[in-house]
Nanobody, 123 residues
Framework: QVQLVESGGGLVQAGDSLRLSCVAS????????MGWFRQAPGKEREFVAS???????LHADSVKGRFTISRDNAKNTVYLQMNSLKPEDTAVYYC?????????????????WGQGTQVTVSS
């Protein structure tokens, strides 16, 4: 049984930082790509960042320079460091794992999902 559990969300002010964590269990994900998506109320789920097993990363233009994805393969954990947060970053953030090594930006390419963690940024 694959399980992804996110943590680290919360309510912060614009300009603050948060670090999201996602622990994967049920199998070894060291060779799989992992990613973060987010979904704001009334909007579709959108790609935030993804990371390959060797550390290669891809970030959405909207978060580039502010957010950084990283992973610890020994701990089956992926992180999202979010700096200089803006009100438009408010969303539920989801961790995802795909059954392949390549980075992908479409949610349909990911096989396992966490339950999500709420991030709210006040102005």
């Amino acid at each position: 049984q694959v399980q992804l559990v996110e943590s680290g969300g919360g309510l912060v002010q614009a300009g603050d930082s948060l670090r999201l964590s996602c622990v994967a269990s049920g199998r070894t994900f060291s060779r799989y790509a992992m990613g973060w998506f987010r979904q704001a109320p009334g909007k579709e789920r959108e790609f935030v960042a993804s990371i390959r097993w060797n550390g290669l990363t891809l970030h959405a233009d909207s978060v580039k320079g502010r957010f950084t994805i990283s992973r610890d393969n020994a701990k089956n954990t992926v992180y999202l460091q979010m700096n200089s947060l803006k009100p438009e970053d408010t969303a539920v953030y989801y961790c995802a794992v795909r059954g392949g090594e390549a980075i992908r930006t479409m949610s349909n390419d990911y096989d396992y999902w966490g339950q999500g963690t709420q991030v709210t940024v006040s102005s």
